[in-house]
């Protein structure tokens, strides 16, 4: 079996019917133009020909392209025998310039501008053309098969890259606010929506822990600081303790420890 040239392998092949009328005509008339080959012996015009003449049972008549640019004149051929439009046009240029980026460059090497200047249509076309291919790859043949206009399939590649782009931005969010959620996205653990919801669950759950701890501190720090340098420390009296809050040397040393805590963190946040 002949291997295809990635640029070839973008246009789309003759219907059966326009297969079958081919074949005929070639077993009738004979192969009027060989099939062209790469240098590697790779496919780059007449698929439909080849196929053709195996349905014709005609043995296929072939010719090596010794030109300087086979993806060029792939493109030039295919787009003049075809009656393309030029979103299809665009689309297929875009199709083969990605076949290009992901099968590694060469000298030869297909970009948007000489693309846009083998097809003979805008780069602005071409861009619209490459959203679709990176954003909505599913109807990129659609486009090519007149299926579907550019336009239309453009508007939805346009769609599915903003939804993209704001799950990326809720994610680096989400690795901001709490990179162990985020990891367990990445990892498939948890969906974005679902680590959002524990997410705020947890934020939730911080608020009601620094409500809790204020206002214990506010109920236990200014009385202690008020019975400074009266009779209170000399007055007190175990009898009339609170159950379970008895004052001992331990909890007294527990108790300076924990303001000594609360000291260096005013500190740390005084000078932040």
Not at 86 to 111: F, P, T, Y
Not at 148 to 168: F, I, P, Q, W
């Amino acid at each position: 079996m002949i291997e295809l040239h990635p640029t070839a392998d973008t246009f789309p092949m003759l219907d059966n019917d326009e297969l079958l009328a081919l074949a005929e005509d070639i077993k009738k008339h004979g192969q009027y133009h060989p099939i062209m080959l790469d240098e590697h012996g790779r496919l780059l015009d007449g698929r439909n020909r080849l196929r053709a003449c195996e349905i014709a049972g005609v043995e296929p008549k072939f010719a090596t392209y010794d030109g300087p640019d086979p993806d060029a004149f792939t493109l030039s051929v295919n787009i003049r025998r075809r009656n393309l439009t030029k979103g299809q046009i665009a689309m297929v240029a875009a199709k083969a310039c990605s076949a290009a980026e992901h099968k590694g460059r060469s000298a030869g090497e297909l970009s948007a501008r000489s693309v846009s200047e083998q097809a003979g249509v805008s780069l602005g076309r071409i861009g619209q053309a490459l959203t679709v291919v990176r954003h909505a790859s599913d109807l990129v043949d659609q486009v090519i098969s007149g299926a579907m206009g550019l336009d239309e399939a453009y508007k939805t590649a346009r769609e599915n890259k903003a939804k993209a782009e704001s799950v990326e931005s809720q994610l680096a969010r989400l690795r901001e606010e709490d990179p162990e959620l985020a990891d367990k996205v990445v990892e498939g653990e948890l969906s974005l929506p679902a680590a959002w919801a524990e997410r705020k669950e947890r934020a939730e759950e911080e608020v009601r822990q620094r409500r809790v701890a204020t206002q214990f501190l506010c109920e236990v720090v200014p009385p202690l600081a008020q019975a400074r340098g009266t009779d209170t420390v000399k007055l007190y009296d175990q009898q009339f303790m609170l159950t379970g809050r008895a004052i001992t040397t331990e909890v007294i040393e527990q108790a300076m420890a924990a303001l000594a805590e609360m000291a260096e963190a005013w500190r740390e946040r005084e000078a932040a």
